[in-house]
């Protein structure tokens, strides 16, 4: 954590967006494969055998983090290489971003953060089957998100 603290304070904000975008990128792909693996699971983790719950386990993993580099990260970025003094809150980025072309639709991207904190803290299996069915419903948006991401890397 302290080389990517230290990388980040001598990064310009533009800089951060491309660096940011990148790491979101990378994630995305290790997202997509587990994706791949656990569409035509099951979403009932009393049917599933250890291997297929440790595949969704992965996945909630990558979709905790894809989100967290996505949503804290790269939107923070994006704001502040627009607005160098910004200083608002978690939802005010997210109102920000919106304002921006960045994202759309912030209770949606709300909600996400919301599953993402859900995913990375104790849960109860009867929890299980929902978590995984909004986990699999979500990620596509992740993966649409990047190619209209792109334009803001590109741009800087």
């Known amino acids: 954590m302290v080389v990517c603290s230290r990388l980040e304070a001598g990064l310009a904000n533009d800089k951060l967006v491309v660096y940011f975008f990148a790491k979101f990128v990378k994630s995305l792909r290790y997202l997509e494969v587990t994706f791949n693996k656990i569409e035509d699971l099951s979403l009932d983790p009393e ?9 969704w386990d992965a996945f909630a993993v990558r979709f905790a983090r894809s989100s967290d580099i996505l949503l804290t990260k790269l939107v923070l970025a994006i704001v502040k290489a627009d607005d160098p003094a910004f200083d608002g ?60 991401l792109a334009r803001f890397a590109e741009d800087l």
């Open 89 to 148: 809150g978690f939802r005010d980025r997210l109102h920000r971003a919106e304002k921006l072309g960045v994202l759309q639709d912030v209770p949606f991207w709300l909600e996400v953060r919301q599953l993402r904190n859900v995913t990375v803290h104790e849960y109860s299996d009867e929890d299980l089957k929902a978590i995984f069915a909004k986990l699999k419903t979500i990620a596509p948006t992740l993966f649409k998100l990047e190619k209209s």
């Open 47 to 55: 049917v599933l055998s250890e291997s297929q719950f440790e595949l």
